[in-house]
């Protein structure tokens, strides 16, 4: 066992949570590198407008050159192998069902461009970095998706002191950050210091939750090891608890600040970046490194060899089924992302994108069949909402047709991370009561609809 | 790869184990020490008794699924509890159909007109004891059973300790029940006359140790009622003997704590409690029943709506700046 750099107090957040199996299988896996034939890259993988494509069928292209244009709000895409531009087309997409996308066929002769380092690569500006992580299309990796510049670019009058860099992975099952941060150690510190640069942070914490301690060790060590970097990151150990690795549940645990309602990190003087993408823009600034690959934790009772991939994005799902073994016979349900607030595909020929962390695959006994009940007002949901929401209420009133006046509980605040869902012993869905109610409310139309078929007086 | 149906589901694609059966099952069975101990204090009259209730629970809950086109709901295990819990506060010694009718009664009226589980407002198990009380008041009351402390049980009828109380005042019922240390001993080990499922304190214990460590209920409302109750037997002077009798611990522990019924947040489960043991001391001490608990639930049941809208959890708000 690992000695715990910070060995008395397990920090948290305040109010709520889970405890749950963390099912995290694939901890000691070593990332392991997989290079498909074909590449789909979506030219929107991000929060915010579509990029403009800019090659065309045939065109050769080497991995890291620019292929869909998007400067400004959204976020570029690069090629994530060197191959042939197979066709522009509409193929399906993880969440956005359909999108235009440039098809690559990998030429697995070709040797990979070399990022030359830039030696100024300590001295840049502020704006210079910022440039840097917009042109390398980064986007933040926990699966938000929003372009990362953006969030670094502060409005005016809004001052930060304190970076967190998230490194919680609360969602049982993924490690793709847990395995980064044992792996890409150095990268993730010097990522991080550069960020704290940019956002002018008095001070830097990294936050790991407790069952990752050899991480918490690994980072200890090396931050202890630079004896330069100034400010000097924190590695601070949280209790594993969903959602721990929340934005504003994080911001409570580590900076002991609450967010209120309608507010974000920033308003409290904290940001929050993800560890995959702190290493992400520690490659851009130093050099000039467009994201092109991410690790998928690919796991699961459903597929016969769980891994942690890197891939390159662009990647098709089912290829990755394929080199992981295959699914299991009884295998049914394939969830992108973590199995709290992933969601399930409908099929498997679309591509992993920038904000795909993980791949799980369910079998038949792991999934909930049953009608869903009446709320038994056990109060359980109440206990759980780390934002002390109402989601009985929410899902009682927006069955008996009345979503829009749901507001007084909270619709809005909601971040559907499913805590209230999974303890609801009635199996009520609520999260997805609680969606909606939100797009009722912001359609400001009455709806009376079932969500899922069932409950006795359905 | 071969075309295969993938599911398609909402997430969180993970949920607890426990599920709304799980939990009627575990709360009948935490109280089933209880009632066998009953069956062996009173004899086997107990068990047909218990079928009794159970069997009038579920043909109530049938006939309104049936009558109303509903999906059957009979498996969710709570129309088997309200049975359970029914006859938990009747009289061994009542005729064999009494509960029966008692928990069609309570299921139908209480439960099932309301809208079903979820949407009661009273406690159905206590409005079944309440029809029978206003029904036959007479076998309600005087049809105890003297517990067997050794051999065969007694048919002799006894009153219950509280009962006598009220009856005979406390000096002349303490001098008819020899009241000493050892007969407090016997009030929280079952040794006594009294309803099935109230007897033995120490097996309600045992049944609500097993729900608190499950995680099925909360200490909040049994202590608050238990309070309550003490707060106001310090007036009788005898604050002891109402704690060990009447049902107190089966109500608390057992009745007050049914999650439709009760409030949601603690600050309302304080106030439901402590006013739930209030009222059964008064009505106890200065009441026409003998006994209060049943009545105090169910008159504070009206409240809870009342103060779930007061109670609501409390959000962080943004101080200073505009929102
Ligand atoms: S999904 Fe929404 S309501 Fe449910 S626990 Fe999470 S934040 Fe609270
Ligand atoms: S957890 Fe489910 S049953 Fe319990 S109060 Fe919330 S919605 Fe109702």
Redesign the pocket.
Known sequence: MNQLPVLDIRLSFRR?GVHMDDHKVTAAMPIERFLPKEVVLPLSQHIGPEATAIVKRKDTVTRGMLIGAEETLGAPVHASVNGTVKSVIRRPHPTLTEASAIVIETNAEATDPQFEEDPEWRRLSQEEMLTRIAKAGIVGLGGASFPTHRKLRLPPGVRIDTLIINGAECEPYLTSDHRLMLERTEDLVKGACLIGRIVDARQIIIGIEDNKADAAAMLQKTIDDFSDTMPRPWVRVCKTRY?QGSEKQLVEALANRVIPSGKLPMHVGCLVQNVATAIACYRAIRFREPLMDRVVTVSGKGIRTPKNLLVPIGTLISDIVLHCGGMTDDACMVIAGGPMMGRALSRLDVPVIKGTGGLLFFTEDQIEHEMYGPCISCGR?LD????G???NQ?SLYTEAGLALETLPF?TR?????????YVCPAKRP??QF?QIAKSALMRKTALGIAVRPGGPHG | MGERRLLLQPGPHLHDTLSTREIMWWVSASIAPAFLFSLWVFGLQVLWLIISGIAGALAGEYLVNKGRGQHPTLKDGSAVLTGLLLVGTLSPGLPLWMPAIGSFAGIIFAKMLFGGLGFNVFNPALVGRAFLMACFPLSMTTTWIAPRTAGIPDAVTQATPLALVKLQGIEHAFTTLGVNASYYTKLFLGLRSGSIGEISVLLILLGAFVLVWKKIIKLTIPLSVIAGLLAVSFFSGIPLFHLLTGGLWFGAFYMATDYVTAPLMPRGQIIFGFCIGVLTGVIRIYGGYPEGICYAILILNTLTPALNHWFRPVRPTWEGAPS
């Open positions: 709520g959602p949901c759980v909402c780390p934002l929401l109402e989601p929410i909270g605040d909601c971040f559907e991370c499913g805590s209230c869902a609520l999260t609680i």
